[in-house]
Structures are given as C-alpha cells and as structure tokens.
C-alpha cells in the first residue's frame, strides 16, 4: 500500500479518531498534497478534540487563506494568536491576508512586527513593499526595495524589486535612476514584459518616442494582451 493509499485509510477513520494530534499530522499531510476538503475536515476534527491547540487554527488559517476564505482565515489567525502563537511567521502571514482584503495601513504593523525580528527577510519586505506602493509612500517604498537588493539572491524577488524602483523613482523623478532599474530588470528577465511596458512610459516620458515604441512592441510580443495604455 503506498503513502497516498495509507494516508486515505487513516482519513476515513478520522470521525472516530479521538486523538488531536494525530488528527492535525493527517490533516497537514492532505493539505501538502492539495487534499483541501478532506484536510479541512482532519483539521476541525483535532480543534474539536482539542480547542485551546493555538497551532491548529494557525494551519486551519493557512488552509482557509489559500482558498481566499479571508473571513474565515482572519478568525482562524486571530484565534491562534489569542491563544499565543506570535512571531514572523503568523504576522507575515496575518499582513498578506490584510493587504489580500485591502487594508494596507493594517498590513504595514505586522510587516514591520515580522522584519523588527527578521530583518533579511525579503518575501516581507517585498510585502511590505507592495503595500507602501499602495499607499503611495513612495520614499519608504524606494528604502524597502533597495534593502530586498541587499538581502535577496531570489531572481524573481530582484526583478519585482527593480521593476518596482523603476516605477517609483520615475515617479520621484529620479529618472536616471529609474532608467536603470528598468534596464536591470530586463537584463534579468529578458522574457518578462512587464518592465518592457513600465520602461516604455519612462521613454515616453522623456520624449525618447522610439525608443519607447520599441519597448512597447517587445512587451505586445511576449504578452499579445498586455495593457500598454500611455500614461498620462
């Protein structure tokens, strides 16, 4: 009988499993292999048996935020701090479902919670960048993109980042800084069209109009149903 099989026969004795913990490792095993329903289930099985086990809501949390439950996830995080979990890890994940639900000020106080103890942590930082980005803050944004520079070997979290820069210091007007960033993205992610687009407003915005069309032409190439709208 292979693992798969095993773990299935184990889910469908777990109305009648008494033990909590055994019913949250089942419970944590469906949901990595994507066993959502039935994970959900083992899970509320190991709360029943056991409500007061703050690492239960806190999966339950995870499992609820997933699926974009956000009501459901948010009473399922604040469960779990109420009865203790604490740390970068839940207050990462507490900012993302705010920003998720579009409170971005709220999202800014756990970020900042989870890098005051975890400052070289760049999937935070880049969060917290996101949503600086959405309260136009644009000074703290261009401070949180550098410092993800400086801690980041993950390719696809330098290029966001100089993308982003690119963005924000053009608006800035710093615009031979911007037209840097732009140009390391790309260097980057040669296939990505996003900062061809974004580059291509810098150009349009320096009167650089081939230059720009170019960008812009590269952009419709990778992505035929990219938004390449001037701006204004």
Not at 17 to 27: L, R, S
Request: proline share 3%; net charge negative.
């Amino acid at each position: 009988m292979d693992t798969r099989t095993k773990l299935l026969e184990k889910f469908k004795k777990i109305d009648s499993n008494n033990n909590a913990d055994d019913c949250f490792e089942i419970g944590k095993e469906l949901h990595e292999i994507e066993m959502l329903d039935k994970a959900e289930k083992a899970y509320n099985r190991a709360v029943f048996l056991s409500p007061d086990n703050a690492k239960f809501y806190l999966e339950l949390g995870l499992l609820f935020h997933s699926q974009r439950r956000f009501i459901e996830a948010e009473n399922a995080y604040n469960k779990s701090m109420e009865l203790g979990v604490s740390g970068p890890f839940i207050w990462f994940n507490f900012g993302v479902l705010l920003y998720d639900t579009n409170r971005f000020d709220e999202s800014l106080e756990f970020y900042r919670m989870a890098i005051d103890l975890n400052p070289n942590n760049a999937s935070c930082f880049l969060h917290y960048g996101l949503s600086l980005h959405k309260l136009e803050m644009f000074e703290e944004v261009e401070i949180a993109f550098k410092r993800i520079i400086k801690i980041s070997p993950d390719n696809e979290a330098l290029y966001i980042s100089y993308n982003m820069l690119g963005m924000v210091l053009s608006k800035l007007n710093k615009l031979k800084e911007s037209e840097y960033f732009f140009k390391k993205a790309i260097l980057l992610k040669k296939d990505h069209p996003n900062a061809y687009v974004n580059f291509g407003h810098l150009l349009f915005k320096l009167n650089r109009f081939d230059e720009a069309i170019k960008n812009f032409e590269k952009a419709s190439e990778l992505d035929p149903n990219i938004d390449i709208t001037i701006q204004k």
